[in-house]
């Protein structure tokens, strides 16, 4: 069992997924200065609101705040968008090592048919 573990650890998939993550960590403050700093003040200079955690409604004795909601998702999709990039960045950057590699499958199937033919 510990050397199953051992080999687990030692695939690469793990310290990948451990990097990502202490990255994904680090990347938090980041986003929610960029958010509270720099995005809400923007959006509520528009909007007329200097914050948007004091945006509520009353039912009763219950207090809906929506405006830290509005806060978290802005965030969400800033963060995602930021995902979204550094993913198409990768992916770019993946693909042109990819096609460096050789003849596609289709090719490969192509040569291996005509010389079938030439028999």
Same mark, same amino acid.
């Not at 050397?3 to 650890?9: A, G, L, R």
């Given at each position: 069992m510990l050397? =199953?573990? *051992?080999? %687990? @650890?030692n *695939?690469g998939?793990?310290f990948?997924?451990?990097?990502?993550?202490?990255?994904? &960590?680090?990347?938090?403050?980041?986003?929610?200065?960029?958010?509270?700093?720099?995005?809400?003040p923007?959006?509520a200079? @528009? %909007?007329? /609101?200097?914050?948007? /955690?004091?945006?509520?409604?009353?039912?009763?004795d219950?207090?809906i705040? !929506?405006?830290?909601?509005l806060?978290v998702l802005?965030?969400?999709?800033? @963060?995602g968008?930021?995902?979204?990039m550094?993913?198409?960045? !990768?992916?770019?950057m993946?693909?042109? =090592?990819? =096609?460096?590699?050789?003849?596609s499958?289709?090719? &490969?199937?192509? =040569?291996?048919?005509?010389? &079938?033919k030439?028999?």
């Open positions: 050397q =199953e573990f *051992k080999d %687990f @650890i *695939k998939g793990i990948e997924a451990a990097v990502g993550l202490v990255m994904a &960590l680090a990347f938090v403050p980041v986003v929610g200065s960029m958010v509270d700093d720099i995005i809400m923007i959006v200079a @528009i %909007f007329g /609101q200097p914050d948007f /955690q004091r945006l509520t409604i009353d039912i009763g219950a207090v705040s !929506y405006g830290s909601f806060t802005i965030s969400f999709v800033i @963060i968008f930021v995902l979204f550094l993913v198409k960045a !990768y992916n770019n993946t693909a042109d =090592e990819d =096609e460096d590699s050789g003849p499958d289709s090719d &490969l199937l192509a =040569e291996i048919r005509d010389a &079938l030439n028999r």
